[in-house]
């Protein structure tokens, strides 16, 4: 069974950084590309980033390009995201995705449960 | 970037009912487009992607349509398991969109 779970959320103070981490089980990691997609709160949902199956090609919403960065670590099935300079909107539930294929992006499933971040100001 | 609006935004239906949501693409998508499920306190589940193929286990009352710039989902017989918000999002191309949710509650 895949299974995505997802760590690191919490408290951040705005300016401030903060890293989250997606342990992935139940699937070949390096054969599917990966990402990040948020739900703020009383929002819609809002792709983040994505990351190819290998870690060589990595994509960004213009909202977090520059301050967030995607990456994996194919030898420990493990996905990040490393939040810099954050700002009171990036408070949100930041969700881990498992892609269709390695260089295939946007058909997410199945969905981490999800880690809630909050920024204070 | 490409915009998507769904419609409507909420819908109120009976267990039964027949249940249509509709997403329009700002620019011709080539059927890639997606759908979801969430409920309260969850995370979002896949139910549908490129326009018409079901993911594994959803059920046969689900289904998709479109093509272009304009998509639907249809649920027939809407069961109490779904009363829920859904998401189209399209996989065209960077950045990845979604559509503003549209909300199904029960009349």
């Known amino acids: 069974e895949v299974q995505l779970l997802e760590s690191g959320g919490g408290w951040g103070q705005r300016g401030g950084s903060l890293r989250l981490s997606c342990a992935a089980s139940g699937f070949t990691f390096s054969n599917y590309a990966m990402g990040w997609v948020r739900r703020a709160p009383g929002k819609g949902l809002e792709w983040v980033s994505s990351i190819s199956g290998s870690g060589d090609t990595t994509y960004y919403a213009d909202s977090v390009q520059g301050r967030f960065t995607i990456a994996r670590d194919n030898s420990k099935n493990t996905l990040s995201l490393l939040m810099n300079n954050v700002r009171v909107d990036d408070t949100a539930v930041y969700y881990c995705?498992?892609?269709?294929?390695?260089?295939?992006?946007?058909?997410?499933?199945?969905w981490g449960q999800g880690t809630l971040v909050t920024v204070a100001s | 970037d490409i915009q998507m609006t769904q419609s409507p935004s909420s819908v109120s239906a009976s267990v039964g009912d027949r249940v249509t949501i509709t997403c329009r693409a700002s620019?011709?998508?080539?059927?890639?487009l997606g759908w979801y499920q969430q409920k309260p306190g969850r995370a979002p589940k896949s139910l549908i992607y490129d326009t018409r193929h079901l993911q594994s286990g959803v059920p046969s009352r689900f289904s998709g349509s479109g093509s272009g710039t304009d998509y639907t989902l249809t649920i027939t017989s809407l069961q109490p398991d779904d009363f829920a918000t859904y998401y189209c999002q399209q996989s065209h191309s960077f950045p990845l969109t979604f559509g503003g949710g549209t909300k199904v509650d029960i009349k």
């Open positions: 620019q011709n998508i080539a059927s890639l």
């Open positions: 995705v498992k892609d269709h294929t390695a260089k295939e992006y946007g058909r997410f499933d199945p």
